[in-house]
């Protein structure tokens, strides 16, 4: 749908423009340098070079924590009111291309299935994606063994490619020709097109092919040795789902007080021991094996049988983050049949 070029001096007064029309999130450093997706103000600066920050954008449509309903009175008297709508038009900024197809994953399952999830929905309704190809990999990273790119387009309005002092910007939607419609754009031409080709293409290069996603999603057994020997390593911390921009596990609770309470839902992870355990005390999952077993299948299997497409794309968030190395390209790797 065209292109143009965005130079970095004009990003900054280009954001703080959007702020007039839009809620803006952005990849911002928090404390010990940590990189967040967090709310734009008027006087935060956006990190759209470097690492890929902590988490996905996957908690501005599933927060770690939200309200479902909130009620007051007890009985008959009992009054439940609905949380307030959150469908404010937002642009995302700096969405890698993993996490943009990790919304594809989750609109699976909260908007693929006859209940859907209308919370959910009006935010995934109100974003414009705004995506930051990837120029360097990190180490942990493995999207092109599951059908990605460290440049791919999927579910992005814009994306923007690395040039030093600017930005190709590729646009992908109306919503992102909208966005470009300002004077920090210019036009783009032939030469920066072929220039972005070759950057994407260096960039798939360092990517190594470490697994057949398909011949995975055919060879996952239920009893294999595996499972055990993966899962004796690990500490179910839940690093790997809480990080994962694709898992979508939630426990319901109520707190309560003596006027009322609100409902509320939260991250959960089939990795706690506590996931399954059943009210009578019995627990399908007894050990980390299942448990271990569950998550790589559900990602590989179950939901490639569902909708057709896997639960994973490859960020390395999991690979990275894990206090004992439990590495998923490995255990894929071992599934289809031995490391490459």
């Known amino acids: 749908m065209g292109a143009a070029i965005l130079r970095k001096s004009d990003v900054m007064p280009w954001v703080r423009g959007l702020l007039a029309s839009y809620r803006v999130v952005a990849p ?11 709310s734009l ?10 690492r890929r920050p902590l988490r996905s954008p996957k908690e501005h449509f599933l927060p770690q924590v939200e309200p479902l309903l909130t009620f007051r009175g007890t009985g008959t008297a ?10 404010s038009a937002t642009v995302i900024l700096g969405v890698r291309p993993c996490d943009a197809r990790a919304l594809a994953r989750l609109d699976d399952v909260f908007l693929g299935r006859k209940d859907m999830d209308s919370i959910y929905g009006d935010r995934r309704k109100a974003a414009i994606l705004v995506g930051l190809a990837c120029a360097t990999p990190s180490w942990g990273c493995f999207c092109t063994s599951v059908g990605g790119s460290p440049a791919g387009t999927e579910g992005l309005d814009l994306l923007l490619t690395d040039f030093g002092d600017h930005y190709h910007v590729a646009v992908l939607s109306e919503a992102g020709r909208a966005l470009v419609a300002t004077p920090a754009f210019g036009p783009a031409t032939d030469a920066d097109a072929a220039l972005a080709e070759e950057r994407h293409a260096a960039a798939i290069a360092r990517m190594p092919a470490l697994f057949d996603a398909e011949a995975v999603a055919g060879k996952v057994e239920w009893e294999a040795p595996v499972w055990m020997r993966h899962a004796r390593r690990c500490l179910a911390c839940g690093a790997c789902s809480f990080l994962c921009p694709t898992c979508h596990c939630f426990d319901i609770q109520d707190e309560v007080t003596a006027e009322g309470g609100v409902r509320f839902r939260c991250w959960d992870t089939c990795q706690f021991g506590e996931f399954t355990r059943m009210g009578a005390g019995h627990n399908p999952r007894p050990t980390q094996t299942e448990r271990l077993r569950q998550r790589v299948s559900h990602k590989f299997k179950y939901l490639v049988e569902e909708f057709g497409r896997m639960g994973c794309t490859g960020c390395g968030r999991c690979v990275e983050a894990c206090p004992v190395n439990i590495d998923i390209r490995s255990v894929l790797a071992e599934i289809e049949g031995g490391e490459r």
């Open 28 to 38: 911002m450093v928090e404390g010990e340098g940590t990189i967040r997706y967090r």
């Open 41 to 50: 103000t008027s006087e935060a600066s956006v990190v759209l070079d470097g």
């Open 78 to 87: 009992l009054a439940v009111a609905p949380p307030a709508k959150s469908d």
